[in-house]
């Protein structure tokens, strides 16, 4: 169900918290629409932050990002937080940042193993691609954040587009049917 606001509009895909209006499933089959759809883009290349703390590795958060480069997509500085960072301690999120993290009480351990949320500026209800994405924080976890594919799909959440069902496809909400297939991707 999804609840309109005069401004802003946060689309978790994990449980639901007071600021999330639109709660969907990230990398299970419950989610997943047949049509790819991108909610949002980003006004500036998003700055990415990796809490000292999260669950994965520098080279795996390049190798990621390599992926999404190549679709056309651009980013800001990448860097690790210090251990004693504020967002990172308190889960808040800096401004025009995708943050990466380990899960916070709110993860559905079980039910997931990555999460993405996104907060959007949503000026245009009607042609919600136009939506700006100004911060997203993306949690997994920790036992997998060297497998192939989960950062990579967690930060395509993180760039506005929604699961899919296609088999093969990077957007696919259940990781054993995923796969590099980047149709439709491209920026």
């Not at 992926?67 to 808040?92: M, N, Q, S």
């Not at 700006?132 to 997998?144: G, L, N, S, V």
């Not at 959440?157 to 069902?165: E, P, Q, R, S």
Request: hydrophobic content about 35%.
């Amino acid at each position: 169900m999804r609840l309109l606001l005069p401004i802003l509009l946060v689309t978790t895909h994990g449980p639901a918290s007071d600021r999330a209006l639109n709660d969907r499933v990230c990398l299970t089959a419950a989610a997943a629409s047949s049509a790819l759809e991108q909610n949002g883009s980003w006004g500036y290349p998003p700055e990415i932050l990796v809490c000292a703390t999260g669950p994965v590795t520098m080279d795996r958060v390049e190798k990621a990002i390599k992926y999404w480069t190549k679709l056309g997509y651009t980013f800001g500085i990448v860097e690790e937080a210090p251990r004693d960072h504020y967002g990172c301690a308190t889960g808040k999120v800096p401004y025009n940042t995708i943050m990466i993290d380990i899960p916070s009480q709110s993860f559905k351990m079980g039910v997931h193993l990555g999460s993405t949320k996104t907060w959007r500026n949503n000026d245009n209800e009607q042609h919600p691609r136009a939506a700006e994405i100004f911060k997203a924080k993306i949690e997994i976890i920790p036992a997998w954040g060297a497998t192939e594919r989960i950062l990579e799909h967690e930060i395509g959440h993180a760039l506005g587009w929604n699961d899919v069902t296609h088999t093969g496809h990077m957007m696919n909400g259940v990781w054993s049917l995923g796969g590099y297939n980047s149709r439709g991707l491209k920026q």
